[in-house]
């Protein structure tokens, strides 16, 4: 398998394609290797199908994979994820090998204790076995959904910052490469409040609804933070098909500079029509605008994407 490396300093790190196509251009190559990865997103906005895409594409480069699920069983993962993606035949072979690993709500279920005090809950052994399974099936890539369900169990910031910083530790020392789903409590993107765990882990990946018509909403991805890499700033429409997620690229020659697209960009007039993406409302064209035989308005805000 090939991976794109970069330099940070005198350290060379690897990145480590996901195999979403799309995900991997915006990423510019793919996840620095190890790095821990918030997923985002309103309910329908498809996360967990993602986490499982994500999975089962390191299964197909020989990439072991555990899903961790706080709240679904192992059986509907499994129903939903084939639902979803008819195209992935070898889920079952995968998980028979061990190439992946889905622990369920009946198998995490045993982390959810009550303190001495029996007046709050506690993660006893959570990060402890995490360390031993990752040896135990040789994973390189992890999906915990979602570590929302933790926030819940341990009311106290102190003490879910200091679990979440353990939990880190953990999945670094081992070189794990992890998404870690977050549900948000609204599916379109306004009022951003960023949480501890947007500055603790190393990347951030928001999945939105956008547009004003709500007949009409589009499903949306942004890289909101990836350290150690650079990546595409723009948020970028996607879809979920029987192939897995299709992620809706401007139809450029070279996508592999798409996220300088932001700059001096202009609208070619014989190029396919596409849906746009709405970042503000439309603005009223200026009418007092003498020159009306450019491609794009002036009022075009500055870092929106035109399709």
């Known amino acids: 398998m090939l991976c794109k490396a970069f330099t940070i300093g005198v ?16 990423l510019k190559g793919g996840i ?48 939903n994820a084939k639902a979803a993606f008819s195209s992935f035949t070898q889920i079952d072979s995968f998980l028979e090998k061990g190439k992946l690993t889905i622990l369920g709500s009946e198998d995490t ?8 005090d ?20 040789e994973a390189k890539r992890i999906v915990m959904d979602s570590i929302s369900v933790i926030k819940l169990f341990i009311p106290l ?19 794990i490469t992890s998404l870690l789903l977050i549900e948000k409590s609204r ?35 942004e890289i909101v933070k990836m350290r150690g890499t650079d990546h595409m700033y723009s948020a970028v429409p996607y879809e979920i098909i029987d192939t897995g997620f299709n992620i809706l690229l401007l139809n450029q020659s070279n ?25 503000s409302k439309p603005q009223t064209p200026n009418t007092n605008n003498t020159n009306q035989g450019t ?3 002036s009022n075009t805000p500055k870092n929106q994407i035109v399709f």
Do not use: W
């Not at 279920?109 to 001495?116: C, E």
């Not at 910031?157 to 070189?175: A, E, G, M, P, T």
């Open 11 to 26: 350290m060379m790190k690897i990145k480590k394609p996901t195999g979403i196509s799309g995900l991997d251009i915006m």
């Open 32 to 79: 620095p290797s190890g790095n821990q990865v918030i997923l985002e997103g309103g309910p329908g906005a498809g996360k967990t199908l993602l986490g499982f895409e994500f999975l089962y594409r390191g299964a197909e480069k020989g990439e072991n994979g555990i899903l961790f699920s706080f709240e679904e069983d192992q059986e509907d993962i499994i129903e």
């Open 109 to 116: 279920k045993q982390y959810v204790q009550k303190n001495r």
């Open 118 to 137: 029996g007046n709050a809950y506690t993660f006893s052994s959570f990060i402890s076995d995490i360390d031993s399974m990752i040896r135990t099936h």
């Open 157 to 175: 910031i102190l003490d879910y910052r200091s679990l979440s910083i353990s939990l880190s530790s953990v999945l670094k020392r081992n070189n």
């Open 187 to 221: 599916s379109e993107k306004e009022d951003v409040q960023y949480q501890p765990e947007s500055y603790i882990y190393d990347g951030v990946i928001s999945l939105f609804f956008s547009g004003d018509d709500l007949d009409n909403r589009i499903p949306t991805l």
């Open 255 to 279: 996508l592999s500079d798409i996220g300088n697209q932001n700059k001096n960009q202009t609208t070619n007039p014989q190029s396919p029509v596409q849906t746009p993406v709405q970042t």
């Open 295 to 297: 491609t794009q308005s």
